[in-house]
């Protein structure tokens, strides 16, 4: 009962995440939002962070302040748990098959929560699969004006009407450069470039770096540990590339905040740490040595100012963003950013009975299917009888439809250049599970 002058109970809040990048911008997201009661569940998936990948991605948010905020859970248990905590806005911060497997688990509740998902960085060109596993949400926060438009446009061309909403970049805070600040900061990426003579030639441009100025530190900044897993798989990783590098190039694996406060500018070739590295006041180097194009993740720098090449990074001529291309891309007006508030209406439409729930449907394969889709997201987290004859009998045959698929794709990824979305295939598409199996779209 709400007497007179009294105020309405906090909104509870529940992310819901597991891969490292997800969990970050799920943490910081909330956490932005003054007023609410907020959780963290961390999914045990092949994904799922470790403990010191968790402390970076909660860095500097309330959840670090409050480790009871932070829960472990196993699959098995999300349904009751949410069932009995009933949270009023759950956000899915995951892989695309991870949200629509918990998508699946919401559905199961009785009293049902808003659901929001997203997505944890730049996001150009907008991929068909990130938007088609995300359809069933009741909202999808992107981060750019630019963004906004593509994804809009993206799901008028498939038919998935999700509403798209407007946030701030939560982990881009906004600060004022700092000179004298002396470190080269590279921001490395687990699957850009893809080729091994193309990351090869990345650590001899940073090894060149180094070697032209010993005075100053070149380093780069990792996002996990020997042993620990990303959201995306990486090969040839740049620990055994610069096996034999100058003392002044470092490795770290601190936060990223923590990596740019001693930063004179920032390297990379599609990284969103490019932005936080902006909000900051740090300038950068979107690197171009590889060309401009949609499997490097890098046509958003497009007409930025940003772009440069190996001869640029070894002579430490970083750049700051074109005033217009930054009012595009990421750095609007920040009272344009109004995700929560519609999340806000959300919720009171749904406490009124006026907000239909978004079922996802049985999948066409029937329940070898949906045992299959468990087990694909889940791998050893799994242990039912059902996910493990679906990945025996199911997997050849989903395999071979996505080889088909890309063979088909192939040489299209770029037809559609003039366009912020594509209807091809993902151009970088990879198996959830850390062993060979079928792949699945990448954000």
């Known amino acids: 009962m709400t007497y007179p002058g009294s105020r309405e109970p906090r909104l509870r809040v529940v992310a819901i995440g597991d891969a490292d990048s997800f969990v970050k911008w799920a943490a910081h997201l909330v956490?932005?939002?003054?007023?609410?009661?907020?959780?963290?569940?961390?999914?045990?998936?092949p994904l799922t962070v470790s403990d010191a990948q968790k402390d970076a991605a909660i860095?500097?948010?309330?959840?670090?302040?409050h480790p009871k905020t932070v829960t472990r859970i196993a699959f098995a248990d999300v349904?009751?748990?949410?069932?009995?905590?009933?949270?009023?806005?759950?956000?899915?911060?995951?892989?695309?098959?991870?949200?629509?497997?918990m998508s699946r688990e919401i559905d199961r509740l009785t009293r049902r929560p808003?659901?929001?998902?997203?997505?944890?960085?730049?996001?150009?060109?907008?991929?068909?699969?990130?938007?088609?596993?995300?359809?069933?949400?009741?909202?999808?926060?992107?981060h750019s004006r630019?963004?906004?438009?593509?994804?809009?446009?993206l799901g008028r061309a498939i038919g998935a009407t999700v509403p798209i909403a407007l946030a701030t970049l939560p982990f881009a805070h906004r600060a004022a450069?700092?000179?004298?600040?002396?470190?080269?900061?590279?921001?490395?990426?687990?699957?850009?470039?893809?080729?091994?003579?193309?990351?090869?030639?990345?650590?001899?441009?940073l090894r060149l770096a180094a070697v032209a100025d010993p005075s100053r530190r070149v380093v780069v900044k990792l996002r996990s540990r020997p042993g620990e897993v990303e959201a995306h798989q990486e090969r040839d990783g740049y620990t055994e590339l610069l096996d034999h590098a100058p003392d002044n190039l470092v490795f770290s694996f601190a936060p990223m905040s923590e990596a740019l406060e001693t930063a004179e500018g920032l390297?990379?070739?599609?990284?969103?740490?490019?932005?936080?590295?902006?909000?900051?006041?740090?300038?950068?180097?979107?690197?171009?040595?590889?060309?401009?194009?949609?499997e490097l993740l890098?046509?958003?720098?497009?007409?930025?100012?940003?772009l440069g090449g190996a001869e640029d990074v070894v002579a430490r001529r970083f750049r700051h963003p074109d005033p217009r291309w930054a009012t595009t891309n990421y750095f609007h007006d920040p009272r344009d950013s109004r995700w929560w508030e519609q999340v806000q209406r959300l919720v009171a439409q749904r406490r009124s009975g006026m907000l239909p729930a978004r079922t996802v449907p049985r999948p066409r394969g029937g329940a070898l299917h949906a045992a299959w889709h468990r087990r694909n997201v889940l791998g050893a987290e799994d242990r039912s009888l059902t996910g493990r004859l679906a990945g025996l009998l199911v997997t050849p045959v989903i395999s071979a439809l996505a080889a088909v698929r890309r063979r088909r794709g192939t040489g299209t990824a770029d037809a559609d250049a003039t366009e912020d979305f594509t209807l091809a295939p993902s151009p970088l598409a990879e198996p959830v599970r850390r062993r060979p199996a079928a792949s699945a779209p990448i954000r």
Do not use: K
């Not at 450069?177 to 441009?205: C, K, N, S, Y």
């Not at 890098?298 to 940003?306: I, M, Q």
């Open 31 to 45: 956490d932005r939002v003054d007023d609410i009661s907020q959780h963290l569940l961390l999914v045990r998936t």
């Open 59 to 65: 860095a500097g948010t309330r959840f670090a302040e």
């Open 79 to 101: 349904a009751d748990w949410l069932a009995r905590d009933l949270p009023d806005v759950v956000v899915l911060a995951g892989r695309a098959p991870f949200v629509r497997l």
């Open 114 to 142: 808003v659901v929001v998902s997203g997505l944890p960085g730049m996001s150009i060109p907008a991929l068909r699969g990130a938007l088609d596993y995300r359809r069933h949400c009741d909202l999808m926060v992107v």
């Open 146 to 153: 630019r963004e906004v438009a593509a994804y809009a446009q």
């Open 177 to 205: 450069a700092r000179p004298g600040d002396t470190d080269l900061v590279f921001a490395a990426q687990a699957l850009v470039p893809a080729d091994r003579d193309d990351r090869r030639r990345i650590a001899e441009i």
């Open 267 to 294: 390297v990379t070739v599609s990284s969103t740490a490019a932005i936080e590295a902006m909000a900051a006041g740090v300038p950068v180097i979107a690197l171009d040595t590889f060309g401009v194009r949609s």
């Open 298 to 306: 890098n046509r958003v720098f497009e007409g930025s100012g940003l």
